[in-house]
Each structure stands twice: as structure tokens, then as C-alpha cells.
């Protein structure tokens, strides 16, 4: 079999199958299910595409063979949208010949046509068939009883391999169809065929499952099992509460799940109903209705109105959609033990996560639409209380550490590549039957894109405060030996005093940051202020002159306006166009300081103290061992914390810069200050947490449902995966 012949050969052109209109309504249902499903994997290998390619230029050593792979990406990302649109339109050709097998390549009059292959194009049919073989031995059980319900469509035996109007091998067919225009090179078509068995085929299972599910829950083969499996439908017993699980002994490990169940059902009002027996759900029953409400979550484009739901309210809505999916004349179902327990446990982990985003923002209505697609997972598999490395539980670890770093309001706005990237994956969380580990990748790189921005721009504002610190101190201490040679010096007045206590001073500070006190320059330049004085005798004016105008310049003063400074210190305007004293000592008044308007900004005032008692002063003093990097929280005022960086920060100055996660610097806080936020408990260093954000939340509702029970903790904790 060929399993790429167009749709437009052999028996494809014959009319479509007869099917009355409920089969035709559910063939068409179950074609937008796998239309829906298939998108989002198709997208994904189309990105996995480009990797693969990127990655092969960068190992090439071959120029030729590198641009090969660069205009691979180029032309995958061009012709991206019709290879998915093509997929599609030949599968929807296949869902109108339902029950056929896909078309044979035309014979010559029965004689079999004996020509050479092309090695390229059976290296292609080899790997399709290939693929489709994998799908079908892992999806046995699904594709058969899919084969029995379509066929009840059909109207005809049961449908199997190429019959099936979804199955591995029509995928197969599709794909190769939907590639063939792609002008790629043979071995970049292998590379996006792989793409598409890890994204599409690998995971088809699912699919099929959901679309099993879809039609057992519309009454076809309501009761149809490969494998039956008794369900006794007997009355639930009351659970007498059970003491919490002490865990502090490897032997008697419990999980989380199981830990958790134990305090809930000893919690206060935790109590089931003793009335008739229930019809408890099925799991197929469960994940077809949870698949559902992910699906109405995801279709909510107001992300306000992702709320985290109570445990209340998530068993109503399941309860509902139950009910909505309920065939006819059958009693309502309800929840098993464990399942009413998943629900409440889920619903307190997502109230506990939410605890650390605050009230505003982002965070909260992301992790609101992850909400349904978590339960399911945690109904689907219990390892998502258990396994750290849970695919869900992984990804929510990822979004909720995402929306708590770099998604705080208080922080400004948010990235909008990373939040584009968090909406979009909550949008195809609620679309998917399973989570993908490409999604928590993708996030992953988005966030280390982002620190290191951060870290830019940290190193930015550490080198700006760096700078200021620098040129204050320089100045302080220019200001200094200035003040010191002018005490008791009355004839240092007019042009030479404002030249002194300003631009010469200015001078002082330029050489000191360039050299300091034991520079050549700096101590030429006090030579100078010291004969200008009459502290130290002149020996040649015409020197000391020169060096005024040079110090001048240094301070990127013109020349001629330096010389004009200079003949205004010693002799008075040299012609009468020439400027005046007075004209002189306004200029230099208005002339900017050093350091003013240049990268490092307007030097800061010195540092007021705060008045600190001897608790404060006692924080103060252990300054002494601080290290930059050092993380704080702060209190605000709404009772919230804010977590920022204590990113640099001066002893001499008591200046500090504080940093968000972006790098972004804050408010002014200077050693005093924090040292008093610190004695008051306003503040408080923040020590990495060795626990996850989701080991965390299950301790929380651990804590809670401990004291719900009216017990403390006694040393005993629920275990952790």
C-alpha cells in the first residue's frame, strides 16, 4: 500500500457513504474532535521541526549543508499553515468515505510495472509505514473497540486498519499527502516525519480514547468492553476518621494522596450521605466530562473570569456536566470516595497556590484556567500527588513560579512575550487530552531569556550606582580639603572664592576618582589651590596659569573660555570685549557640577541618618558581613510581601540598590532605614526555599487540615514526593 495516493484516485471517487443523519451528525463530531485535537500537536511539530534543523546547522561543518538547513526553516515556517490546512482537508475527504479502504495505486491491466525506485521516496514509505505500525500496536485495544463503534456508524462489519477514517494509517496517508508540496529536502522530509511521530503518533492513544469515550457516552456501545470490567455499584459506608499518617519512618511511607485523604476525612463536616445506593462513575464517564469543562475554560477569553474554584463549586460543575452526559434513562451518578476526595484536595492546592500570587495581577486567573485540566490529570493519575516529575504537576509548578517572579504588579508590566506564551498554554491545556512537556520547556526558555535580561540590567544599575557612590565620595572629599585651605582666608573672595568652593573643587574630585589622593595630578592641582591662597609661595605666574587653564579644560571647559576664567582671577578683562569679573563668576555658577547630566545622573544628597534604637542598632552593626545579592521581604501596606534584591549597596555613603527580579530598581532605601524596617519586623532577609511552590502548598493544606481535625502538627508531616 501506498499510503499517500491522493484522495482523487481509485474508489475516493466514488460518491461518499450513505449515513442517516445521526450517524452523519455523530461522523461529523467525531471529526471535529480529531480536527481539534490534531492542531495543537501538528503546531508543535512544526516547532520541533525548526529545532531539528537548527540544531543540524549548528553541528554541520559544512557551510553548504548549514544554509540547506536555514532555508529548511524558512521554507517549514512558510508553508506551515497549508501542511496543517492539507492534513485536514484529507482526513475530512476520509470522514465522507466512511468505512472505505484507502485508495490503491491504479495496476497495468493486472501485469505488475517493474521500474527503479527512487531511494529518497522508499526511505519516505518505509518510515510512514513505520509510524503507522508503532501507533497501531500501542493503540490495539482503542483502535478495536473504536473500529466496533464506527462501524455501528457505518452500518457494516467491524472497521480496522485503512477502514478506519482516523486511524494510524490514514494518519499516515495524510501526512505524507499533506508534505508532499513542501519543497524539503529528502533528509529534512525524515526530519519533519519524526517531528510528527513524536507529537502526533506517540500520543494518538489518547485521542482515541477520547473519541471512544465521546461516542460510548452518545449510547453507541454504551456497554462494549475489549476487556470487561466489574463495577459494583454497593452502598458507600460512613469513613470513621482516621488518625494522620506518621511518615517520619521510611518503612511506612504514604503518599501524598493517600496522606491527605486520611486528615481529610477526619476533618470537621467532612461527612458522606447514608441514603440509597449510588451509580458511581466510571473513570470513561469522568474523563469525558472533565475533558468537557477544560474545554468550556478554554474557550473563556476574559481572563478575569478564570476564577480558582472551591471544592464546592468544582464538584457542581462536574456533577452537572455528568448529568448533561447521562444516557437516557439512567440513574445520575455520583462520585466515588476517592474521586470527591481528589476534587476537595485539588481545589485546596490551587486556594494555597493562589495564597502566594496575591490578590492581583495575572497569576491567579492562570492558574484558574489550569484548574480543570490539573483535576483531570489528578483524577487520570494519582501520581500527580506523588511524582515531582508529574508532567501536570510539573507544568503547574513551572506557570505558578512563572506568575510569582516575573508576573507581580508591583513589579510594572509584565513581559509580554511571557504572557502571551502563559495565556497561550493555558488555552491549549484546556484544549488537550494531555500535557505537553513541550510547553513547560517552552516557558523555561522564556524565563531564562528573561534573567538574563535581568542580569543586564542589574549590572547596569550596580554600575550607575557604582559610579554615583564614587563621584559623591570624591566630591565630599574635595569639599573637604577646599573647606579646610579657605578657613581663614578672607582675601579669597569674588571670582577666586566661587572658583575655589566650585570649579576648582570639581577639579580636586575628577583627579581624585582618576588617581586619588596619592595621584601626580591630584596633588599638582592642590599645589595649585595652595598657591592661589598664598599657603605655598608662586614661582613662575605664567605656570600657574597654564595649570588653571589645563585644570579647566580637564573638566571639558573651552579653551577660550578657560583663559577667559583665568585672566578674570589674575588681571581683570584682558580688552574691553572681553568678560567682566561679574560676568565670570556668573558663568561659573551656572556651569553644571561634575557629574551633572552625564550617564551617572544628579549626584545624590548625603545621606540623612535615621535616628536608630538599640535594636536598630544593633541590625546596623551586623551590616558589617553583608553581602550583595542578598534578598529581602518587605511588608506593604495591604499585608502583603514584596521580595527584592539587595543588589549593591555603600558603607562610606549608607546608599543601597535594591532590585526586583527584572533588574528593575526601586524606591531609595538606605542602610538606616532598612536597619529600622529590619528591628520592626517590617522587613526581613529571605532565605531560598529548598521546597518546591507545590511542596509547599501541600504542606500548607496539610497545616490546615490538621488544625480543621483540632490537632497541631507534632512533628508529623504528610510525605512529599
Known amino acids: ?50 529545532g531539528r534543523l537548527f540544531t543540524a546547522a549548528e553541528s554541520s561543518r559544512n557551510h553548504l549543508e548549514q544554509q540547506a538547513c536555514f532555508d529548511g526553516r524558512v521554507i517549514a515556517e512558510r508553508e506551515g499553515a497549508g501542511f496543517r490546512q492539507r492534513f485536514a482537508a484529507f ?72 477502514g478506519l477514517p482516523v486511524g494510524p494509517r490514514v494518519l499516515a496517508a495524510a501526512l505524507e499527502d499533506a508534505a508532499r508540496p513542501i519543497p524539503l529536502e529528502p533528509a529534512h522530509m525524515l526530519l519533519l516525519f519524526k517531528a510528527v511521530d513524536t507529537h502526533v503518533f506517540a500520543p494518538v492513544d489518547t485521542f482515541y480514547t477520547a473519541l471512544n469515550d465521546h461516542y460510548r457516552t452518545h449510547g453507541i456501545l454504551p456497554g462494549f468492553r475489549v476487556f470487561p470490567n466489574v463495577r459494583l455499584n454497593h452502598p458507600v459506608p460512613p469513613r470513621e476518621p482516621a488518625a494522620p499518617p506518621d511518615t517520619r519512618t521510611t518503612e511506612d511511607h504514604i503518599g501524598v494522596l493517600e496522606g491527605l485523604r486520611a486528615l481529610l476525612a477526619g476533618r470537621a463536616g467532612h461527612v458522606r450521605g447514608t ?43 462536574l456533577l452537572a456536566q455528568l448529568e448533561r452526559g447521562r444516557p437516557r434513562g439512567s440513574p445520575p451518578a455520583e462520585l466515588s470516595a476517592e474521586q470527591d476526595d481528589t476534587v476537595t484536595l485539588t481545589a485546596m492546592l490551587f486556594e494555597s497556590l493562589a495564597g502566594e500570587l496575591g490578590a492581583a495581577g495575572r497569576g491567579r486567573s492562570l492558574l484558574g484556567g489550569l484548574q480543570w485540566p ?25 506557570v505558578g513560579e512563572a506568575a510569582r517572579t516575573w508576573l507581580d504588579p508591583a513589579d510594572g508590566e509584565p513581559d509580554a512575550a511571557l504572557l502571551d506564551q502563559l495565556e497561550r498554554i493555558v488555552l491549549e491545556a484546556g484544549q488537550a487530552q494531555v500535557v505537553d512537556p513541550a510547553w513547560r520547556a517552552g516557558i523555561e526558555r522564556q524565563i531564562a531569556h528573561l534573567a538574563r535580561k535581568a542580569h543586564v540590567a542589574e549590572r ?108 578674570g582671577v589674575f588681571d581683570g578683562p584682558e580688552s574691553d570685549a572681553a ?116 511542596d509547599r502548598a501541600w504542606r500548607a493544606v496539610t497545616r490546615n487540615l490538621r488544625r480543621d481535625r483540632g490537632t497541631d502538627d507534632g512533628g508529623r508531616q504528610v510525605g512529599h514526593g
Open 579 to 694: 568678560p567682566t569679573a561679574t560676568d565670570v563668576a556668573l558663568r561659573l555658577k551656572q556651569r553644571p557640577r561634575l557629574g551633572e547630566g552625564t550617564a551617572h545622573g544628579e549626584p545624590r544628597p548625603a545621606v540623612e541618618p535615621t535616628p536608630l534604637d538599640p535594636a536598630a542598632q544593633a541590625v546596623h552593626a551586623g551590616f558589617a558581613q553583608l553581602r550583595f545579592g542578598t534578598w529581602f521581604e518587605f511588608r506593604k501596606a495591604d499585608g502583603g510581601t514584596a521580595r527584592r534584591k539587595l543588589a549593591w549597596f555603600s558603607p562610606a555613603t549608607g546608599h543601597c540598590l535594591f532590585v526586583t527580579a527584572r533588574g528593575t530598581r526601586i524606591e531609595d532605601i538606605d542602610l538606616t532605614r532598612l536597619a529600622g524596617l529590619i528591628a520592626a519586623g517590617d522587613a526581613w532577609e529571605w532565605k531560598e526555599q529548598r521546597l518546591s511552590m507545590i
Open 91 to 162: 482526513l475530512t475527504q476520509r470522514f465522507r468515505h466512511f468505512g472505505e479502504a484507502l485508495p490503491r495505486e491504479p495496476s497495468d491491466g493486472g501485469h505488475a510495472a517493474l521500474s527503479l525506485v527512487d531511494p529518497g521516496e522508499q526511505e519516505r514509505t518505509d518510515a510512514l509505514a513505520s509510524m503507522a505500525a508503532r501507533a497501531e500496536s500501542r493503540s490495539a485495544a482503542s483502535l478495536f473497540e473504536l473500529g466496533y463503534r464506527m462501524a455501528v456508524l457505518a452500518g457494516s462489519a467491524p472497521l480496522e486498519a485503512d
Open 460 to 567: 547596569r544599575q550596580i554600575e550607575a550606582m557604582d559610579g554615583r557612590d564614587k563621584l559623591e565620595r570624591a566630591r565630599r572629599r574635595a569639599a573637604e580639603l577646599m573647606t579646610e585651605r579657605l578657613v581663614g582666608q578672607p582675601a579669597a573672595r569674588g571670582v577666586l572664592r566661587i572658583l575655589l568652593e566650585r570649579t576648582w573643587a570639581d577639579v580636586l574630585a575628577l583627579h581624585i576618582l582618576r588617581g586619588g589622593e596619592n595621584g601626580e595630578a591630584f596633588l599638582q592641582c592642590l599645589g595649585v589651590t595652595d598657591q592661589l591662597l598664598g599657603r605655598r609661595p608662586v614661582g613662575d605666574m605664567a605656570r600657574l596659569r597654564q595649570d588653571i587653564e589645563r585644570g579647566l579644560e580637564h573638566l571639558g571647559m573651552h579653551p577660550v573660555e578657560a583663559s577667559q576664567v583665568a585672566a
Open 374 to 398: 490539573m483535576l483531570r490529570a489528578a483524577m487520570n493519575d494519582r501520581g500527580f500527588f506523588d511524582e515531582p516529575s508529574h508532567p501536570a504537576r510539573a507544568l503547574l509548578e513551572t
Open 275 to 317: 441514603g440509597p445506593a449510588p451509580r458511581l462513575a466510571s473513570d470513561q464517564e469522568l474523563q469525558t466530562a472533565l475533558h468537557a469543562l477544560q474545554g468550556h475554560v478554554a474557550d473563556v477569553t476574559d481572563a478575569a473570569r478564570r476564577e480558582i474554584r472551591s471544592a464546592h463549586a468544582l464538584r457542581e460543575e
Open 1 to 50: 500500500m501506498n499510503p499517500g495516493t491522493p484522495p482523487t484516485q481509485g474508489r475516493m471517487g466514488t460518491q461518499p457513504v450513505s449515513l442517516s443523519p445521526r450517524a452523519e451528525r455523530e461522523a461529523q463530531q467525531g471529526l471535529s474532535l480529531c480536527l481539534t485535537w490534531l492542531d495543537a500537536p501538528l503546531r508543535h511539530a512544526l516547532r520541533d521541526l525548526d
